[in-house]
């Protein structure tokens, strides 16, 4: 039995989707903070609410972790519940201390307590801050520029101090500009599909020379799953991510390619920018078997069709260029 944090969230839905694929008992752990519990479990776990069990929790709630482990007798957390928006997180930073920090440590403990077998928590490579090489591996100095990248930071650290301190078998897997379908937050992917399906110009901030690793939702799914299979991911660090670096400027050229008719503009740069590259994801792959199944163009062309399909009718968009075949 798998409790997966953040299970109706935007990378936990698909890793649940994943664990109840492989056969796995799924125990949804969620505060559901990002809305109502009825529209989520329709934008996210529409196909599999009936194979899972939910659990409206919070992680900064230790009783309420406590309890749950108790009643669905949970071997293995898979975490990745967290405020992860920056913008958000800049705007609150209390709140993100208590949930990124806080909220981790109270389910490692909990772990530590009822002696799991497994306890996975998802990072970022926002922990790196400003990449000082590329491509950067999981030795590149930690050095976030943001408090969202710190209060993860900081979570990280107490995870593998878990490791060292109490044999708590633990894996970090550092993620990078994950996409897909099921994201809610106005990430740059989401954003610039919103808009150009609705006719809207994309915007590239100081021109989006910004180049980093879009990583598809269901290729870090993926990775997360393959973890948290392997007693050889013990006390390790992972960057999980999608292959190929690409530019926001990149980016939006392959949205428009799929979406006709839109607009891209240039504008001011915003300082809150991380200045990022190519994450090295060779341990990943010899130590795990990741292997990334989509690219930018096949994951952002999936995306859009899920935008169209699903997205746009639940939020009443109104739609002013539609889906070419690229």
């Known amino acids: 039995m798998v409790l997966v944090t953040g299970g109706a969230g935007f990378i936990g839905s698909h890793v649940c989707r994943k664990l109840v694929e492989n056969g796995e ?3 949804v752990f969620d505060n559901f903070s990002q809305g109502k ?28 972790i406590v309890k749950t482990l108790k009643k669905y007798k949970n071997e293995k957390i898979i975490h990745t519940a967290a405020i992860t928006f920056i913008p958000t997180a800049v705007k609150n930073p209390s709140l993100t201390f208590k949930v990124n920090t806080v909220g981790t440590f109270n389910l490692l ?26 491509p950067a591996d999981e030795k590149h100095p930690l050095e ?10 900081a979570a990280d650290r107490i995870t593998i101090s878990y490791y060292r301190t109490y044999d708590l078998p633990v894996s970090i897997l550092r993620t990078s500009s994950v996409y897909g379908p099921g994201d809610l937050e106005k990430r740059v992917a989401k954003n610039f599909i919103e808009n150009a399906i609705q006719g809207v110009p994309l915007e590239l901030h100081g021109g989006g020379v910004q180049r980093r690793n879009f990583s598809y939702v269901k290729d870090v799914a993926e990775g997360i799953v393959l973890a948290s299979k392997l007693k050889e991911s013990d006390g390790e660090v992972f960057n999980i991510c999608g292959e190929g670096v690409y530019s926001i400027k990149e980016l939006a050229e ?26 090295d994801i060779s341990k990943a792959k010899k130590k795990l078997g990741y292997k990334p199944k989509y690219n930018i163009e096949t994951g952002i062309n999936e995306y859009i069709r899920w935008v169209l399909d699903v997205y746009a009718p639940a939020f009443n968009l109104k739609i002013k260029n539609g889906l070419s075949d690229g």
């Open 144 to 153: 976030p520029k943001d408090i969202y990248g710190a209060t993860k930071l």
């Open 25 to 27: 008992n799924v125990v």
């Open 37 to 64: 519990m009825d529209i989520l479990k329709k934008l996210r776990l529409s196909d599999i609410q009936d194979k899972v069990a939910l659990v409206n929790g919070d992680i900064t709630d230790f009783d309420s």
């Open 254 to 279: 392959v949205v428009k390619k799929f979406v006709p008719g839109t607009v891209i503009k240039e504008v001011g740069a915003r300082s809150i920018d991380t200045k990022r590259g190519d994450l």
């Open 109 to 134: 403990e909990a772990a530590r307590q009822f002696d799991l077998s497994k306890f996975i928590y998802v990072s970022t490579s926002s922990s790196y801050g400003n990449f000082q090489y590329t």
